[in-house]
Antibody, heavy 119, light 110 residues
């Protein structure tokens, strides 16, 4: 069974940092592109970042470019999102999701992990 | 942040047909990128309903269908059921190879 399990969310002060993780199982993790998508409370889905299957290609939304870093460890079947200089507007549930190619659909999603940026 | 526009809400009686539009531009849907549709029930992660414009993953009822034309796409739900009450999002890619989502549509079963 394919599973994506996100973790690492919590309460952080503005300007602080947090690292999210997403552990994959039940599939060949190293064969898939991986994405982060976030959803602010009561709002819609917003794409954040993606990384190629081998980690050589990364892309970011303008709103997080220069502050967030996506990475992966295929030996540990784990995706990461390092979030620095956090702002109140980064408050959201963060989902990890997998894609079988660079431009395909998100066929499996993690359960989401909540990040709250507040003093 | 959303570059794909959807109606905020649509509604219909059980058994009826409803459609949800998704309007993009020449830099995303109009550039030839495929459109996907996701269903999100309250408090849960999204689930793919349609991929590659008009394909259903196994397990998705054939009451759901998708189409694409020019810079727009649409999702149709026929034989509306109470369990279809949810939020629906379209998704595509743009010329910067970023993924883009629609604004979301709340479907209400009357």
């Amino acid at each position: 069974e394919v599973q994506l399990v996100g973790s690492g969310g919590g309460l952080v002060q503005p300007g602080g940092s947090l690292r999210l993780s997403c552990a994959g199982s039940g599939f060949t993790f190293s064969s898939y592109w991986m994405h982060w998508v976030r959803q602010a409370p009561g709002e819609g889905l917003v794409w954040v970042s993606r990384i190629s299957s081998d980690g050589s290609i990364t892309n970011y939304a303008d709103s997080v470019k220069g502050r967030f870093t996506i990475s992966r460890d295929n030996a540990k079947n784990t995706l990461y999102l390092q979030m620095n200089s956090l702002r109140a507007e980064d408050t959201a549930v963060y989902y990890c999701a997998r894609c079988y190619s660079s431009l395909s659909d998100f066929d499996y999603w993690g359960q989401g992990t909540l990040v709250t940026v507040s003093s | 942040q959303s570059v794909l526009t959807q109606p905020p809400s649509v509604s219909g009686a059980p058994g009826q047909r409803v459609t949800i539009s998704c309007t993009g531009s020449r830099s995303n849907i109009g550039a030839g990128y495929d459109v996907q549709w996701y269903q999100q029930l309250p408090g849960t992660a999204p689930k793919v309903l349609i991929y590659g414009n008009n394909n259903r993953p196994s397990g998705v009822p054939d009451r759901f269908s998708g189409s694409k034309s020019g810079t727009s796409a649409s999702l149709a739900i026929t034989g509306l059921q109470a369990e279809d009450e949810a939020e629906y999002y379209c998704q595509s890619y743009d010329s910067s190879l970023s993924a883009v989502f629609g604004t979301g549509t709340k479907v209400t079963v009357l």
